[in-house]
């Protein structure tokens, strides 16, 4: 061997350029060189509100798909869920970005001098009842078919929201929709080909799967509730109400649900807390073990540089 300046053939990566790491110490802002001025007649606290909403939905599904790291039925499909996870993340980024720049104000205070850029301090930093994303996401994953049934179900109606947002009023909802669009288009489709190759598979995929819309289907009917905040900003032209999208929502659910042979399930919906949902920021239990999980370096180390 050469001889060398260092002691090791490692020490060489230690010092100087950052950029090396997986996890640098110098992420751009994901909406560098975007206007982000809000459009006239949208209220910012408003529009940061709905973006907090779609983007939390987007992070809880992200965190519990990425507990299938290595744990999927084969290697093809534990990249498949990794890949749709890192999607879900990239999303979730630009609209907790798109929240922070339309109102700073629901960003949480850190200790100063942190280093953590404005988005990364929403979803680390933000206490359970501040999250707004639907129960559905936070649900524990169950079994394989149960992740894909709930991963129709989200996707299915994260798609139609998204293809109408893509015409947002507020053209950084647009063109964070309509890269999304791609995205979940694929996510829609992986998952329909999954429920429909189990419930036709053997009896045990079939009994998998049904169990499955029984666990998925009880918070379905909160995907459909339009909020205060959504219905606001669908009237302005930004946001989009899921009332309006509930319709076609049901169409092609029961068009997958067709071609596997199986059926609605009847099973009582789990009903808002005192008229309140995820949305509201009333969640399951389950959303503080997932937070518990998703946050614990970021709170040990709030100054930390990754």
Partial sequence: MDDQDHDSVYDGLLGGDDSQWAFGTSFEDPLA???????????????????????????????????????????????????????????????????AAADP????????????????????????????????VEQVNGDFAATVVRLLVLATWRLALMQRLATSRDPVL????????????????YAGRWVVTLAQGTAESRRRVQAGLATVWPLRWELDRDHAVEAELAEVGVGVRPSSVAAEVDVLLDQVLGVADLERPDVKPIGAHGGLTGRDGRHTEQLGLVLAELQSVARVHPQGRW
């Fill in 33 to 99: 060189g975007v206007d982000t001025t809000v459009p006239d007649g949208v209220d910012r606290t408003a529009l940061a509100a709905y973006c907090l909403m779609l983007g939390d939905d987007a992070l809880v599904a992200s965190h519990r798909l990425s507990q299938w790291c290595s744990r999927a039925p084969d290697l093809e499909d534990d990249i498949a869920l990794a890949n749709i996870a890192l999607d879900l993340l990239g999303q979730a980024r630009l609209l907790l970005a798109r929240a």
């Fill in 105 to 136: 104000a629901v960003v949480p205070a850190l200790p100063e001098g942190s280093p953590v850029p404005p988005e990364d301090a929403l979803a680390f930093f933000r206490d359970q009842d501040a999250f707004r994303n639907v129960r559905l």
């Fill in 174 to 189: 647009s063109a964070i929709a309509a890269k999304a669009v791609k995205e979940i288009t694929y996510h829609r489709d």
